[in-house]
Nanobody, 115 residues
């Protein structure tokens, strides 16, 4: 059984910053890909950023230059640093982990950008 615990969401004003965390625990011995997706009301879930085991990163065009994904392999944790947040970033953010035992999703954390 693998569990993902997300934290760090909340309400922030435009131009503000947040850092999301997602920690994996349980029977997962090798993590290949870690990432973040988001889903806004009435829209499909979309990719935000991914990071593979060799630290290669990939970002959605809409967040390039503002968001930074990183990982702590020793702690099986992935982070998403979000700067210069805009109302269009409002969504539920989900972490994703692809490992040797399967693909796992976090429960989601709400990020709301509003003045």
């Amino acid at each position: 059984q693998v569990q993902l615990v997300e934290s760090g969401g909340g309400l922030v004003q435009p131009g503000g910053s947040l850092r999301l965390s997602c920690a994996a625990s349980g029977s997962i011995f090798r993590i290949n890909v870690m990432g973040w997706y988001r889903q806004a009301p009435g829209k499909q879930r979309e990719l935000v950023a991914t990071i593979v085991s060799g630290s290669y990163t990939n970002y959605a065009d809409s967040v390039k230059g503002r968001f930074t994904i990183s990982r702590d392999n020793a702690e099986n944790t992935v982070y998403l640093r979000m700067n210069n947040l805009q109302p269009g970033d409002t969504a539920v953010y989900y972490c994703l982990i692809v490992g040797n035992t399967g693909t796992y999703w976090g429960q989601g954390t709400q990020v709301t950008v509003s003045s």
